[in-house]
């Protein structure tokens, strides 16, 4: 079945960088675009940034020159490098196969001001 585990959250201070891991598997990764997702407590759960199998990335305007989405298809993992954080990143992130409704338990982001 769909698997996604997303790990690499924690605590940083503002303008830190982390590095989240989304392992997949259950399907062909290499042939889906992927996204990553966002929950602030309180808020909708918001799209971040997403990869299509070709490569190609899209991003959010608040993260857009701070994130960066990659994948390796050779290990079925996707990534966010995120770079020059900020208070307002601080939320639970997953990673999310397009256009389908499998979600990992996701992986927290704390960023302290």
């Known amino acids: 079945q769909v698997q996604l585990v997303e790990s690499g959250g924690g605590l940083v201070q503002a303008g830190g960088s982390l590095k989240l891991s989304c392992a997949a598997s259950g399907f062909i990764f290499s042939i889906k675009t992927m996204a990553w997702f966002r929950q602030a407590r309180g808020i909708q759960r918001e799209w971040v940034a997403q990869?299509?199998?070709?490569?190609?990335?899209v991003y959010a305007g608040s993260v857009k020159g701070r994130f960066t989405i990659s994948r390796d298809n050779a290990k079925n993992t996707l990534y966010l490098q995120m770079d020059s954080l900020k208070p307002e990143d601080t939320a639970v992130y997953y990673c999310?196969?397009?256009?389908?409704?499998?979600w990992g338990k996701g992986t927290l982001v704390t960023v302290s001001s």
């Open positions: 999310k196969i397009a256009g389908a409704d499998y």
């Open positions: 990869i299509s199998s070709g490569g190609g990335t």
